[in-house]
């Protein structure tokens, strides 16, 4: 789903029990493990981290992701922006 006024892709997130979680406005998946998954977000770059994490459900089409497991913590990076890539992963993590 599209927001029609900016072209950007609506970014929800529904979580149950703390045990699944369905994100919506996903545009890519950086990386992920039983730890972390780590996402490029219409609003900017999101970490979930747990424990016993799984994708099991990916549509980078509908820019949409399921994840199971402990959900422990969801925290977004002020990256100034606004959900748009303009500098590496790297030069990010390394400020």
Known sequence: M???????????????NR????????????????????????????CIKGKDLHVNRLTLDKGEIDVDGKLDSFVYSDTGTGGQKSESLMSRLFR
């Open 19 to 46: 045990a699944t979680c369905t994100i919506s406005g996903v545009n890519d998946v950086l990386s992920f493990d039983e730890h972390e998954v780590l996402l490029q977000t219409s609003m900017g770059m999101l």
């Open 2 to 16: 599209e927001n029609l006024n900016t072209g950007t892709r609506v970014h929800k997130i529904t979580a149950n």
